[in-house]
């Protein structure tokens, strides 16, 4: 995923957790279809590698006809056997020089490194190609750490890795952080209402003012 100078952060698209195979992949070809997007995520709840093979596939299908990298969360082993093209690492920077040097340096690793400066900068030393930060939003999950709009300044201005901004996003939080990412994370923040496309629209709207 590539960094542009002077434009607005670019849509980083990632799956719900459950996938309905009969539906979903003509919704995300729609959403797809509609929104430029620079990296699509499958972040599936599930262990079972069968339905996992079958949800890459055909997320894999729809995502390569349109020219978008799509990466899988947390199952690196399976990256070069389902034809993906990289990995989203959860727990900052322990796994991501393993992970580098598994699949080698075309391939795409990010690591989610919650709130944290220091994970962030060490997984970026140990070969990330982004960093991803969050919750950016107010949400009830988890321990209430929120990754606000401080870390990311600080990071866009002190390191060039690309940043990626994720969790709980409305729009007054994307209004906030589009001087300051590189990439908003969005998934479950659409794929929950009745119009995932028309709701991303409106997100997304909030990049401008």
């Known amino acids: 995923m590539a960094e542009t100078d002077m434009e607005l952060p ?85 796994r991501v020089r393993n992970t580098r040097d598994d699949l080698g340096a075309d391939a795409i690793v990010g690591a989610y490194c919650s709130a944290s400066r220091h994970d962030g900068m060490n997984a970026g030393e140990a070969g990330a190609d982004y960093i991803s930060f969050g919750p950016a939003g107010a949400t009830a999950l988890g321990d209430g750490t929120r990754a606000d709009a401080e870390l990311f300044d600080w990071w866009s201005q002190m390191i060039e890795i690309p940043v990626v901004a994720e969790g709980a996003l409305d729009e007054d939080t994307i209004r906030a952080l589009t001087p300051v990412t590189d990439f908003f994370a969005i998934g479950e923040e659409i794929w929950r209402t009745d119009d995932p496309s028309a709701t991303l629209t409106r997100l997304l709207g909030a990049m401008r003012g």
């Open 10 to 94: 670019q849509l980083y698209l990632v799956t719900p957790p459950e996938i309905e195979l009969s539906q979903f992949p003509s919704e995300l070809a729609r959403v797809l279809d509609t929104h430029e997007t620079a990296c699509l995520r499958l972040a599936l709840a599930t262990t079972d590698e069968d339905r996992i093979m079958r949800a890459a596939d055909a997320c894999r299908e729809v995502a390569h006809a349109r020219d978008v990298p799509i990466v899988i969360s947390e199952h690196a082993l399976m990256v070069e056997r389902l034809g993906l093209d990289g990995v989203h690492l959860g727990d900052g920077a322990r």
